[in-house]
Nanobody, 118 residues
Framework: QVQLTESGGGLVQPGGSLTLSCSVS????????MHWYRQSPGKQRELIAS???????NYADSVKGRFAISRDNVQNMVYLQMNSLKPEDTAVYYC????????????WGQGTQVTVSS
Protein backbone atom coordinates (compact mmCIF):
# COMPACT_ATOMS: atom_id res chain seq x y z
CA GLN A 1 0.00 0.00 0.00
CA VAL A 2 1.33 3.40 -0.99
CA GLN A 3 1.75 5.87 1.87
CA LEU A 4 2.05 9.65 1.93
CA THR A 5 4.13 11.51 4.51
CA GLU A 6 4.03 15.29 4.86
CA SER A 7 6.74 17.45 6.36
CA GLY A 8 7.77 21.08 6.52
CA GLY A 9 5.02 22.61 8.62
CA GLY A 10 5.69 25.00 11.46
CA LEU A 11 5.23 28.49 12.80
CA VAL A 12 5.80 31.42 10.44
CA GLN A 13 5.12 35.14 10.63
CA PRO A 14 2.56 36.79 8.36
CA GLY A 15 4.13 37.51 5.01
CA GLY A 16 6.58 34.67 5.38
CA SER A 17 7.10 31.52 3.36
CA LEU A 18 7.10 27.78 3.93
CA THR A 19 7.57 24.77 1.72
CA LEU A 20 5.65 21.61 2.49
CA SER A 21 6.87 18.27 1.21
CA CYS A 22 4.96 15.07 0.61
CA SER A 23 6.94 11.88 0.30
CA VAL A 24 5.30 9.08 -1.67
CA SER A 25 6.34 5.58 -0.73
CA UNK A 26 6.93 3.33 -3.71
CA UNK A 27 5.96 5.27 -6.84
CA UNK A 28 4.13 8.53 -7.47
CA UNK A 29 2.74 6.95 -10.64
CA UNK A 30 0.32 4.98 -8.43
CA UNK A 31 -1.76 8.16 -8.49
CA UNK A 32 -3.49 9.90 -11.37
CA UNK A 33 -3.16 13.23 -9.59
CA MET A 34 -1.77 14.70 -6.39
CA HIS A 35 -3.39 17.30 -4.18
CA TRP A 36 -2.96 19.46 -1.13
CA TYR A 37 -5.89 20.04 1.21
CA ARG A 38 -6.09 22.01 4.42
CA GLN A 39 -8.41 22.04 7.39
CA SER A 40 -8.81 24.74 10.01
CA PRO A 41 -10.59 24.15 13.34
CA GLY A 42 -14.34 24.12 12.87
CA LYS A 43 -14.09 24.15 9.08
CA GLN A 44 -14.39 21.54 6.37
CA ARG A 45 -11.32 20.20 4.65
CA GLU A 46 -10.56 22.42 1.65
CA LEU A 47 -8.85 21.49 -1.61
CA ILE A 48 -6.26 24.18 -2.31
CA ALA A 49 -3.90 22.82 -4.96
CA SER A 50 -3.78 19.99 -7.47
CA UNK A 51 -1.28 18.69 -10.00
CA UNK A 52 -1.89 16.12 -12.70
CA UNK A 53 0.47 13.36 -13.72
CA UNK A 54 1.42 15.61 -16.63
CA UNK A 55 2.34 18.45 -14.28
CA UNK A 56 -0.66 20.71 -14.86
CA UNK A 57 -1.40 22.69 -11.67
CA ASN A 58 -4.67 24.10 -10.43
CA TYR A 59 -5.40 26.27 -7.39
CA ALA A 60 -8.21 27.43 -5.19
CA ASP A 61 -8.91 31.15 -5.42
CA SER A 62 -7.84 31.55 -1.79
CA VAL A 63 -4.22 30.62 -2.59
CA LYS A 64 -3.87 31.48 -6.27
CA GLY A 65 -0.84 33.64 -6.90
CA ARG A 66 0.68 32.83 -3.49
CA PHE A 67 1.07 29.03 -3.46
CA ALA A 68 2.73 26.76 -6.01
CA ILE A 69 2.40 22.99 -6.26
CA SER A 70 5.08 20.91 -7.94
CA ARG A 71 6.14 17.31 -8.22
CA ASP A 72 9.38 15.37 -8.65
CA ASN A 73 8.57 12.13 -10.42
CA VAL A 74 12.06 10.75 -9.87
CA GLN A 75 12.18 11.39 -6.14
CA ASN A 76 8.47 10.58 -5.71
CA MET A 77 7.81 13.89 -4.00
CA VAL A 78 5.14 16.56 -4.11
CA TYR A 79 5.76 20.08 -2.85
CA LEU A 80 3.69 23.07 -1.85
CA GLN A 81 5.57 26.36 -1.87
CA MET A 82 3.62 28.87 0.21
CA ASN A 83 4.44 32.57 -0.01
CA SER A 84 2.88 35.71 1.45
CA LEU A 85 1.32 33.67 4.20
CA LYS A 86 -1.65 35.06 6.09
CA PRO A 87 -3.09 34.16 9.50
CA GLU A 88 -6.07 32.63 7.70
CA ASP A 89 -3.70 30.11 6.11
CA THR A 90 -3.29 28.53 9.54
CA ALA A 91 -4.46 24.93 9.22
CA VAL A 92 -3.42 21.32 9.10
CA TYR A 93 -2.23 20.62 5.56
CA TYR A 94 -2.79 17.20 4.02
CA CYS A 95 -1.27 15.54 1.00
CA UNK A 96 -3.68 13.46 -1.06
CA UNK A 97 -3.27 11.06 -3.93
CA UNK A 98 -6.16 10.11 -6.19
CA UNK A 99 -5.81 6.76 -7.96
CA UNK A 100 -6.57 6.19 -11.65
CA UNK A 101 -9.61 4.04 -10.80
CA UNK A 102 -12.73 5.01 -8.86
CA UNK A 103 -12.67 1.53 -7.33
CA UNK A 104 -9.39 2.21 -5.53
CA UNK A 105 -9.59 4.39 -2.42
CA UNK A 106 -7.67 7.64 -2.35
CA UNK A 107 -4.69 8.00 -0.04
CA TRP A 108 -4.12 10.63 2.64
CA GLY A 109 -1.10 11.68 4.61
CA GLN A 110 -1.22 12.30 8.34
CA GLY A 111 -1.11 16.07 7.98
CA THR A 112 1.30 18.79 9.01
CA GLN A 113 0.43 21.87 11.05
CA VAL A 114 1.04 25.33 9.61
CA THR A 115 0.56 28.27 11.95
CA VAL A 116 0.82 31.83 10.68
CA SER A 117 1.13 34.23 13.57
CA SER A 118 3.22 37.11 14.81
Amino acid sequence: QVQLTESGGGLVQPGGSLTLSCSVSRTIWAFASMHWYRQSPGKQRELIASITSGGQPNYADSVKGRFAISRDNVQNMVYLQMNSLKPEDTAVYYCNGKPPSQFIPETWGQGTQVTVSS
